[in-house]
């Protein structure tokens, strides 16, 4: 489990590795931006990268909308990514566990716009991290003032979806001055 800590609530830069047993992924760099406009290649930003672990096989995710910026934070499970954009959006993909061959499918599962937060809800997201609960994964995504958890397989197909929508949908639970790790122990 990675420690997701809120005790300041004011927002400090989020992870940009995550490993499984399988793959890793990293967010895109600055400097790697400069090498593809050095190739030729278009310039896109929002951009994270995974390798297979056994083949070295390569797969590119681009956060939906993201035209300036990194990635905020990750998180990952063995099927799954999760990324903050710079825009405070959070997106969520089904990756496979293994791949032998550079671009295999890939499905975003959901894509949550920071748009319209709650005064009284989470703030505009900043962090994620994948919980294992009743035998599924839920996704607890925290912002300034608070943290909601999801289950965003149940989120598929939907559309137009706002960070103020899921915190009028769910429990909002308040981390001012309070470590999240404690609140993800409570749900476990």
Do not use: C
């Amino acid at each position: 489990m990675t420690i997701l800590r809120a005790d300041n609530p004011s927002f400090s830069k989020g992870r940009s590795v995550g490993i499984t047993s399988t793959w890793v992924a990293y967010v895109l760099s600055k400097g790697e931006l400069v090498l593809q406009l050095a190739a030729g290649d278009q310039l896109t930003l929002g951009r994270v990268r995974l390798i297979d672990s056994n083949t070295g096989s390569r797969l590119v995710l681009q956060i939906p909308g993201v035209t300036n910026g990194m990635a905020l934070d990750i998180a990952v499970i063995a099927d799954s990514i999760a990324l903050v954009g710079p825009d405070h959006s959070v997106s969520v993909f089904k990756v496979p566990e293994h791949w032998d061959k550079d671009e295999p499918a890939t499905e975003l599962i959901t894509h949550i716009s920071a748009a319209q937060p709650d005064v009284e809800g989470t703030g505009s997201p900043n962090r994620v991290e994948w919980v294992r609960k009743d035998g599924g994964s839920y996704l607890a995504i925290g912002g300034d003032s608070g943290v909601i958890v999801i289950k965003p397989d149940q989120l598929k197909g939907e559309r137009d979806l706002t960070i103020g929508h899921l915190e009028s949908q769910n429990k909002v639970l308040k981390t001012e001055g309070v470590s999240l790790q404690a609140y993800l122990l409570l749900l476990s």
